[in-house]
């Protein structure tokens, strides 16, 4: 769970508090900005470079869930062979007291 708050917290930081995909304001007062801003953003690519970001978020997002459900079904197959022993123990002591038991009458 811990894994899922940083992965949480890096698509928060790029998407939301970067404003990397929004115009800064500097651009309402300096029109003559706009179009070297908009050449700058294509040529680094940024919308893709955000774009690729999110998908390979999502792709670690999906694996930390299989690795997530696959440690749950690892704790349910030890929980069924504990509760295996405890019936196989149970039993012996059982047959433990029968005995003791046929032989004390």
Do not use: C
């Not at 007062?29 to 680094?44: A, F, H, I, Q, R």
């Not at 999110?54 to 999906?62: G, P, Q, S, V, Y």
């Not at 299989?66 to 405890?86: F, G, H, M, Y």
Request: net charge negative; charged share 30%; no cysteine.
């Amino acid at each position: 769970s811990r894994m899922f708050g940083k992965l949480f917290i890096a698509r928060t930081q790029v998407n939301l508090h970067s404003d990397i995909l929004d115009e800064p304001d500097f651009l309402w007062d300096n029109d003559n900005w706009e179009d070297t801003y908009s050449k700058m953003g294509e040529y680094l690519d940024i919308k893709d470079r955000v774009y690729l970001l999110n998908k390979r978020a999502d792709l670690i997002r999906e694996l930390l869930d299989v690795i997530e459900n696959q440690l749950q079904l690892v704790d349910k197959k030890k929980s069924a062979s504990r509760e295996t022993a405890l019936i196989v123990l149970l039993a012996v002591l059982l047959g433990v007291v029968v005995i003791i038991g046929s032989i004390a009458v």
